[in-house]
Nanobody, 115 residues
Framework: QVQLVESGGGLVQAGGSLRLSCVAS????????IGWYRQAPGKQRELVAS???????NYPDSVKGRFTISRDNAKNTVYLQMNSLKPEDTAVYYC?????????WGQGTQVTVSS
């Protein structure tokens, strides 16, 4: 089993920045892709960034150029740097890890962007 704990969410004004962290514990050996997802009220959960073991990252157009995902494998930690935040970025942000066919989720951290 892998446990994921997110932190770093909060309230920020539009145009501001936040840095989310996701710390993995438990059976972390073999974790491959780690992703950040978000879910706004009444909307489906969507991927905002993913990173594979070697650091290669992928982003949807909605956040490309504003969000940066990075991982520190030695610390079992993944970060999501979010800049130029917009009110539409308001959501609960979840960390997701995939390990040998299994998928694990954190409990989520709330990000609220005020206009």
């Amino acid at each position: 089993q892998v446990q994921l704990v997110e932190s770093g969410g909060g309230l920020v004004q539009a145009g501001g920045s936040l840095r989310l962290s996701c710390v993995a514990s438990g059976s972390t050996f073999g974790i491959g892709t780690i992703g950040w997802y978000r879910q706004a009220p009444g909307k489906q959960r969507e991927l905002v960034a993913s990173v594979i073991y070697n650091g290669d990252a992928n982003y949807p157009d909605s956040v490309k150029g504003r969000f940066t995902i990075s991982r520190d494998n030695a610390k079992n930690t993944v970060y999501l740097q979010m800049n130029s935040l917009k009110p539409e970025d308001t959501a609960v942000y979840y960390c997701n890890a995939r390990r040998w066919g299994a998928e694990f989720w954190g409990q989520g951290t709330q990000v609220t962007v005020s206009s």
